[in-house]
């Protein structure tokens, strides 16, 4: 079975960063990567787990396993870290912002340094509109 994160391990400020790829956060996924981990969190050190995550709460497995970590004291040596810009309800709002600027006449690369969005998203969110 293949690996789906990679692991990063910071001595001096006592972090290990685990990044889970283009994965959604699962609990099976993550208690590998905590396996994996498991002797730093024990050091003390900063575990940080970055994800994808499959809606704006953590899933049922997740909230679980922040419940056995806090019952150990541990809940803050842990932290889960959001790889997504933008939730679907703001992309939503953001798209609609930028097809409305773009029928008043605004350039494409214009909005595209405005909000922070690769110039290929905004092309297809305005092909239609043209």
Avoid at 57 to 82: P, Q
């Amino acid at each position: 079975m293949q690996q789906v994160f990679t692991t990063t391990v910071d001595h001096r400020n006592r972090k290990v960063k685990v990044s889970l790829g283009s994965k959604i956060l699962t609990f099976p996924v993550v208690r590998k990567a905590l396996i994996q981990v498991k002797n730093y969190l024990e050091k003390n050190y900063q575990i940080m787990i970055e994800g994808y995550f499959a809606g704006k709460e953590y899933s049922r497995e997740i909230k679980a396993f922040l419940f056995a970590l806090e019952i150990l004291g541990k809940n803050d040596k842990v932290v889960f870290v959001d790889k997504a810009g933008y939730k679907k309800a703001e992309r939503r709002k953001l798209k609609e912002k930028v097809e409305k600027l773009y029928v008043k006449g605004r350039r494409i690369k214009e909005l595209s340094k405005q909000f922070k969005i690769p110039e290929k998203t905004i092309y297809r969110w305005v092909k239609t509109k043209t």
